[in-house]
């Protein structure tokens, strides 16, 4: 799925929309990060997706390495195959927890659900921050942008 978005496809934004600007595929990490989703069946049956369409959207998540095919086999059924976030795929749990707070707060519904992150090892609940090296929390309203070389942001990070 491999396009130039815009007149700077360079850009770190451009790069990861190349994989992820369609919403079935954040939909698909969605389910398997929150519902522990592997197999094509609790994929379609969670989504609604069309068969076709979600065999592409795996395969592309599968090619882009957000997700490894892995076969398992019931007893007395054939070899099938199922779909394990990768580490590149986990990571994305920033992205859903951003979109998720993007939601609840521009997007409110009185039924809506959202996902709760919290450590695996503590239990405490997590929330999604910007925070400066000094440890001090900075809400988005007093954040600045500015384009910047990926060397650069990694040497300072």
Do not use: H
Request: proline share 4%; glycine share 6%; charged share 25%.
């Amino acid at each position: 799925m491999t396009r130039a978005l815009g007149k700077d496809s360079n850009c770190s934004i451009a790069r990861s929309l190349d994989v992820l600007g369609d919403s079935w595929i954040l939909l698909i990490i969605r389910e398997a990060m929150l519902a522990n989703s592997t197999r094509f069946q609790e994929f379609r049956a969670a989504l609604g997706i069309a068969p076709n369409i979600l065999a592409k959207r795996l395969a592309l998540l599968v090619d882009e390495g957000l997700m490894e095919r892995r076969t398992y086999q019931e007893p007395g059924v054939r070899a099938r195959e199922e779909y394990v976030l990768t580490e590149a795929g986990r990571s994305l749990s920033v992205v859903i927890a951003a979109l998720a707070t993007w939601g609840r707060t521009y997007r409110p519904r009185s039924a809506g659900t959202s996902p709760r992150f919290a450590s695996e090892d503590s239990g405490l609940v997590a929330q999604l921050a910007f925070v400066t090296e000094d440890g001090s929390q900075v809400p988005p309203s007093r954040l600045t942008a500015r384009r910047t070389d990926d060397a650069v942001v990694d040497r300072a990070s």
